[in-house]
């Protein structure tokens, strides 16, 4: 498919996004990022291509002029207000955006006045803007949402994630407080420092989308600590220190609890897999044996998506109100 694309952020996953995107034979056409170490480098070097493409990495959106973009991939942080300025100044070019921000898959759950403005901004510059990844954007919500199809009638929505994390990049294996102290571990957690992103997000697109109005929402998290000495290419963690984390985020409706979602993620994990359970007529279960592999599975989710944004009516969008997720082959 011919599309054309600019890279907003290169980080861990922004480069594997464009090397993903370029690899189904989407055309880079711009980068940004603000790494001084990277600003100005063709953009091969950045990618490890073999080529050169006369392409520079740009420190703004701005610099890049009009190259006839389809849509941005945007990948920098997790917050949807340290967002929104990114996204406002990537809508004002005209551009459709794709992005991993974890608070803009479901922002209407913490900020649903800035998400309508958004709504509203990106459908008078006739573009599409959704924020989507692996989780949230697929494995609990997207696919929960989908497997509860030929249900006659859903009770309760639950979903498990089980990853062993001594597989995932250094970023991921830092934000479950790998190598910390229990207690500093839960210091950070309550302060906001590490966790999973999203998963509020995700609850409230489930609840969203089966028509449920949730009375509260509750998310818990606790250390998972080692019991023998575990070691990956970034971390050694000695018994009785912080291998991973345990979180777990609860929806009620009428006082019931009807969604329940959890992660542990932990280094050395075993029996790693992804698990939806549906309590209704009938009860469905599925289980990947292995799990989705966080990082590949973000980038292609990310990079799929594009040709899907770029033919929808405009506006900002979540994973329930586009066509079925697919993949896109070169």
Known sequence: MSLKFIQFGLGPIGIEVARTALSKGFEIVGAVDIREDIVGKD???????????????KKSIKEIGNVGADVVFHNTVSKFPDALPQLLEIIGEGY???????????PYYRYPEKAKELDETAKKAGVTVIGTGVNPGF???????VMTTPAKRVEKVEGLRIQNASVRRYPFQKKIGS??????????????RLGHMGFKESTSMIAHALGWKLDKV????????????VET??????PGFVRGLHQTVTGFMDGKEVIRLTIHAALGE?????????????DIHLIIYGGLHGDIATVSVTANMAPIVINATPGLKTMIDLPVPRNYQK
């Open 218 to 229: 509750e998310e818990v998290c606790e250390p998972v600590v080692a019991e023998k000495h």
């Open 139 to 145: 494995v609990l919500d997207t696919l929960p949402i």
């Open 233 to 238: 290419q970034y971390f050694k963690v000695e």
């Open 96 to 106: 459709n955006i794709v992005s991993t921000t974890e608070e803009l898959s479901f």
């Open 270 to 282: 075993e029996n790693p897999r992804d698990e939806i359970f549906i309590t209704g007529e009938p």
């Open 179 to 192: 190598g910390m102290k229990p207690e500093d571990f839960r210091k950070a957690w309550d302060e906001g």
């Open 43 to 57: 953009i091969a070097d950045v990618l490890g291509l073999e080529d050169k493409t006369g392409i520079t990495v």
